[in-house]
């Protein structure tokens, strides 16, 4: 099951968060700075422990503070136009957080809208990228992963993911 939701991705009582990283792990803007101020100090010790994490894939730390007792940290394409791998890149984000997850036996898991902020995707070209990559793993992986939530930040990003929900 999926659905969207406009919510604080760090209020869910989920079994992980994914959060959309920059690739030193350290915290930054936008919900990567949400996650890293509501689980607290403790996620930044330990994400200095990981030596970060590259384009496309995925890294986890417990929750910290969080409800959710997982944080998979995945660090998104920058867009430059989409023809130097965004989509691909960013389709690697979700399923390789996906992977993670069912590694971890979470049942339910939380995405933002990987790179459409910071990052500059156009968040009409990533959701179908979001929505196809997340139900593809649901159909084809062996797991148990019961529940994706998407997050929509506004109104239009929420729409988005409503209407090819």
């Known amino acids: 099951m999926i659905e969207v939701v ?13 959060n959309a ?10 919900v990567d700075g949400a996650i890293h101020r509501a689980a607290g100090p403790g996620l930044r010790a330990h994400c200095r ?13 417990p929750g910290f503070g969080l409800r959710a007792p997982w944080i998979i940290h995945t660090v998104g394409p920058r867009w430059h136009g989409g023809d130097r791998g965004e989509p691909e890149l960013l389709a690697s984000c979700y399923r390789e957080s996906l992977k ?18 910071a990052f500059g995707y156009p968040p009409a070209e990533a959701a179908p990228v979001a929505v196809n990559s997340v139900r593809e793993f649901l159909e084809r992986d062996d797991h148990r992963i019961d529940e994706v939530i998407v997050v ?13 929900l």
């Open 6 to 18: 406009t919510v604080d991705i760090t209020t869910l009582d989920v079994s992980a968060v994914v």
């Open 21 to 30: 990283a920059n690739s030193p792990l350290l915290g930054g803007g936008g």
């Open 49 to 61: 422990t990981l030596g970060g994490c590259s384009v496309g894939r995925a890294r986890m730390t």
């Open 100 to 117: 993670v997850a069912a590694q971890i036996g979470a049942r339910s898991v939380a995405f933002p809208a990987i790179s459409t902020k």
């Open 152 to 164: 929509g930040y506004n109104d239009e990003t929420f729409r988005l993911y409503e209407d090819l």
